[in-house]
């Protein structure tokens, strides 16, 4: 397994992160556990404050959907960078966190009523219309409550970007935004500038996830900019923000090859650059949103190893205390994964396994040929790279409690959210009056 961030072995040959024993994570804080590198997470977003705010005066929102809670709010703020939320939830919670609204970016295809109020009560920096009952709804509360909301109009450019079906977000065929190869879009911006009460500042697309390509970022900038330059001519409108998602692609496991995040800055602003030059437009202000390689690598789930069922001639199967509730990612997309012992992180590799987890589901397979030494019941198995879209989408199959997640830094372990406990899992239960009582079913008598 690759070592990431603040990761390494230390003289008891167990994993490190944050300077903290990852076998004492386990022992302090029980597993499942989450556990993030802040230092790895504050790296990032430092490198992304040189290659694109640094030197481009680029704006770089973190998606928070990757992972968010409070404590992730206030890394993102004190990093500098804004925050992309897309649902009222989302919102709710940067608030709390007290995150500046104006450093806030709302997505969404179909963002309701509550929350688009929520959103200008709160006065987010920007609303990224989808959809043109958006564009009538936002327009007529904006009006309502006196206010203007600065807005981008979300497009689907029809660029594919080579990545899992499932992740790809900017074709035609898409559910988001108003596409561009057949004029939709174009009529978009025509509404959106028919309405007092919305003040078209930009265009923002999302060519999908963990794209390792450049060349599509920068090809999807060209059209970008093609798309400006016709607007312009068709309305007038100066395009002044260029809002390009996210999608950057971080290494999980072996196969995998990304960028440095300075080469995807040069990707894009040269593009725009050259097509601005071209289109004798004055350069937008660039957008971007990268979620998964803000965490995605700085998180690592800690698991204690079950049960095993080994198939001669088949595999071996090692069970551990989570699975797909609190990693569904292999699941839906296939996606591979790196792990190792935490507690034997010297001994050499003997078989190789199968790493599935406690859901009643034949699909709850977290990987499915890891090399590990001879695995026991007790092992702590650390699987990496499971920051990004891990925790936010985690579930509660088979009434599994979530697990905590810890924040570690400098031999320090916070708990920045509380595992959940059965109590929890009623929370929202109700029983009706008329079920409350006993009620045996007479069953009718058998002969
Ligand atoms: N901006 C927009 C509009 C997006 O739709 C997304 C991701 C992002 C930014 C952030 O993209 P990132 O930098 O994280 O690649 N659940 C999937 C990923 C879905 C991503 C959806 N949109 C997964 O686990 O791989």
Redesign the pocket.
């Known amino acids: 397994m690759k070592l990431r961030g603040t990761m390494k072995v230390n003289l008891a040959g167990h994993l490190e992160i944050g300077g903290y024993d990852a076998v004492q994570l386990a022992r302090d804080f029980g597993t499942p556990l989450y556990v993030m590198d802040e230092a790895m997470i504050r790296e990032i977003c430092g490198q992304y404050r040189a290659s694109f705010i640094m030197k481009h005066h680029a704006e770089v929102f973190y998606?928070s959907?990757?992972f968010l809670t409070m404590a992730m709010c206030r890394i993102i703020e004190q990093e500098g960078l804004g925050l992309?939320v897309?649902s009222g939830g989302e919102l709710y919670t940067a608030i709390k966190a007290k995150f500046p609204p104006g450093r806030i970016c709302f997505?969404g295809n179909n963002k309701q009523l509550d929350e688009l109020r929520l959103a200008l009560e709160y006065g987010v920096g920007r609303i990224?219309v989808d959809n043109y009952r958006e564009i009538e709804m936002l327009g007529s509360l904006a009006e309502q409550m006196g206010r203007t909301a600065e807005v981008l109009l979300?497009v689907s450019p029809g660029v594919e970007a080579h990545t899992?079906e499932?992740?790809k977000?900017g074709q035609i065929d898409s559910k988001?935004g108003f596409t561009v190869p057949n004029g939709q879009a174009l009529d978009a911006v025509k509404r959106c500038l028919a309405v007092k009460s919305l003040e078209l500042r930009g265009i923002?697309c999302?060519i999908?996830?963990?794209?390792f390509e450049m060349e599509s970022f920068g090809y999807t900038a060209g059209i970008m900019m093609e798309l400006a330059r016709d607007i312009y001519r068709e309305t007038g409108l100066e395009i002044k923000e260029l809002n390009l998602?996210?999608?950057?692609g971080i290494y999980y496991a072996e196969g995998d090859e990304p960028s440095r995040i300075e080469k995807y800055a040069e990707a894009v602003t040269d593009a725009i650059a050259r097509k601005a030059g071209e289109y004798g437009l004055k350069p937008p202000r660039l957008m971007i949103?990268?979620?998964?390689?803000i965490v995605g690598e700085a998180g690592t789930t800690l698991y204690t190893v079950g049960s095993t069922k080994e198939i001669p001639g088949v595999r071996k199967y090692v069970a551990v205390d989570g699975g797909m509730s609190d990693n569904p990612?292999h699941a839906?997309?296939q996606?591979r994964y790196e792990a190792c012992l935490a507690n034997r992180m010297n001994s050499p590799a003997e078989e190789k396994v199968a790493i599935t987890g406690k859901c009643c589901e034949s699909g709850d397979m977290l990987i499915w040929d890891l090399p590990l030494p001879k695995v026991e019941a007790g092992d702590i198995l650390a699987v990496a790279c499971t920051g990004?879209?891990n925790y936010s989408?985690s579930m509660n199959y088979n009434r599994l409690c979530r697990p905590a997640v810890v924040l570690v830094q400098d031999g320090a372990a916070e708990v920045i959210v509380e595992r959940e406990n059965y109590e929890d899992l009623l929370r929202n239960d109700r029983i009706p009056k008329r079920l409350r009582q006993a009620k045996p079913v007479r069953l009718a008598s058998r002969r």
């Open positions: 998606a959907k990757a992309d897309v997505h990224v979300r899992h499932y992740i977000t988001f923002h999302h999908g996830s963990q794209v998602g996210g999608g950057f949103e990268p979620g998964r390689s990612r839906l997309y996606a990004a879209y989408m």
